[in-house]
């Protein structure tokens, strides 16, 4: 391939994908491997699309920050002195370098480089040593601004600057998260789990959006849930995960004393899954992060309503590091090396017309939005 897919290479990266799940193969193989596919995917997918950043707690006061990489640009979020939260560019005006690091409060923003300061709402206010300069107006000079959003308590970015909001693009998410997380506002962090995975990030969510692979892969979280009411739907930019909790003792944590008895999942294209286990009030929201063709890192982030987890949100979190990422971790790794091999291009698609936990018709429905990025960007 190319520095950039020709419209031939598009038309072909399409081909076996059907409509209709019940016809359709997956995603071709190539773009899971191919480097070129994978720069498509950070300037046509996670460089258009609504990318989460943090729970809105870290940034309720006046001159709280949190910095973030978006398809490897530097990002600061910042609540201004006015009470309005921004994002820009994390890059000084002056020589490009970065203003800001981690997460934090200031009352300005200043350069570590030759110390230029802007004001929180990303005006220069201090450029040392430029009162001979002619034509140059400190006031002209603002950081390069990013559309940002708050949303169901949680703050996203996005870096096209003619994007429609998230609430708008996400149609009834926000009444469906906080039908089942009334209280997703109030929650406070409580602990993160981070993974470094030899995998494409496509494939990552494959994974996450199918539970055809349960059964025999995860022998444990089946016991969790209410396999027979777990129900799959897909919308336009999201699908929504349900299931009840299992009935009889089960071998992933005690749930025993669970009042939250829904297992809700919601997968927020391209990159976001936010999860409501039994147990206590809570919210785990796992942030996939491409990082290279084969190489992706997950954050797990566990919003209780405590700082401190209680003894079922311990074990929820330890069977999810110790069992559940562990089995996932090997079958996306094991994926990513079959699709390198001559010996497979694309698979058929698995369909339930009931829209079970057993089909994969919101993988299908995660390509379909896939390839309909690439076709936007082939024309």
């Known amino acids: 391939?190319?520095?950039?897919?020709?419209?031939?290479?598009?038309?072909?990266?399409?081909?076996?994908?059907?409509?209709?799940?019940?016809?359709?193969?997956?995603?071709?193989?190539?773009?899971?491997t191919d480097p070129q596919w994978y720069q498509v995917d950070l300037q046509e997918i996670i460089s258009k699309a609504w990318?989460?950043?943090?729970?809105?707690?870290?940034?309720?006061?006046?001159?709280?920050?949190?910095?973030?990489?978006?398809?490897?640009?530097?990002?600061?979020?910042?609540?201004?002195?006015?009470?309005?939260?921004?994002?820009?560019?994390?890059?000084?005006?002056?020589?490009?370098?970065?203003?800001?690091?981690?997460?934090?409060?200031?009352?300005?923003?200043?350069?570590?480089?030759?110390?230029?300061?802007?004001?929180?709402?990303g005006q220069l206010v201090g450029a040392p040593h430029t009162q001979h300069l002619q034509n140059f107006d400190p006031k002209?000079?603002?950081?390069?601004?990013?559309?940002?959003?708050?949303?169901?308590?949680?703050?996203?970015?996005?870096l096209d600057a003619k994007s429609e909001t998230l609430g708008k693009l996400s149609g009834d998410l926000e009444k469906e998260i906080r039908h089942w997380a009334p209280d997703v506002e109030s929650l406070t962090f409580g602990h993160r789990l981070t993974y470094d995975i030899k995998s494409n990030w496509?494939?990552?969510?494959?994974?996450?959006?199918?539970?055809?692979?349960?059964?025999?892969?995860h022998k444990d979280f089946c016991t969790l849930v209410d396999m027979k009411t777990y129900k799959v739907t897909t919308y336009g930019i999201y699908s929504s995960h349900m299931a009840e909790a299992g009935q009889q003792p089960n071998s992933a944590y005690d749930t025993s004393k669970a009042k939250v008895r829904t297992h809700a999942v919601w997968w927020l294209w391209p990159t976001t899954c936010v999860m409501r286990y039994p147990g206590r009030s809570s919210m785990i929201v796992l942030n996939i992060i491409p990082m290279g063709p084969d190489r992706t890192l997950e954050t797990y982030d566990f919003f209780l309503e405590t700082p401190e987890p209680d003894e079922?949100?311990?074990?929820?979190?330890?069977y999810l590091?110790?069992?559940?990422?562990?089995?996932?971790?090997?079958?996306?790794?094991?994926?990513?090396?079959?699709?390198?091999?001559?010996?497979f291009q694309q698979g058929r698609i698995v369909y339930d017309p009931s829209g079970s936990g057993k089909s994969e018709h919101a993988l299908h429905h995660f390509h379909g939005l896939v390839l309909d990025a690439y076709a936007r960007a082939a024309n």
């Not at 079922?312 to 979190?317: P, Q, R, S, V």
Request: hydrophobic letters at 40%.
């Open 312 to 318: 079922t949100e311990k074990a929820a979190i330890h």
């Open 140 to 158: 002209a000079i603002w950081l390069e601004p990013v559309q940002v959003e708050e949303f169901c308590g949680f703050v996203y970015v996005n």
């Open 202 to 217: 496509k494939n990552v969510v494959d994974n996450f959006l199918e539970c055809y692979h349960c059964p025999v892969s």
């Open 1 to 32: 391939m190319g520095e950039y897919p020709t419209k031939q290479q598009f038309a072909a990266i399409k081909s076996g994908y059907h409509s209709d799940p019940s016809q359709s193969l997956s995603l071709r193989a190539d773009a899971y």
């Open 51 to 121: 990318q989460w950043v943090c729970h809105a707690e870290k940034l309720r006061e006046p001159g709280s920050f949190v910095t973030i990489e978006i398809a490897g640009k530097p990002i600061v979020v910042v609540r201004d002195r006015e009470g309005t939260l921004r994002a820009f560019y994390n890059v000084c005006k002056h020589r490009a370098h970065k203003l800001l690091t981690g997460e934090g409060k200031a009352a300005r923003i200043t350069c570590p480089y030759h110390a230029w300061t802007y004001k929180l709402d």
């Open 321 to 343: 590091d110790t069992v559940l990422q562990v089995e996932d971790i090997a079958l996306v790794e094991s994926v990513q090396r079959g699709m390198t091999t001559p010996a």
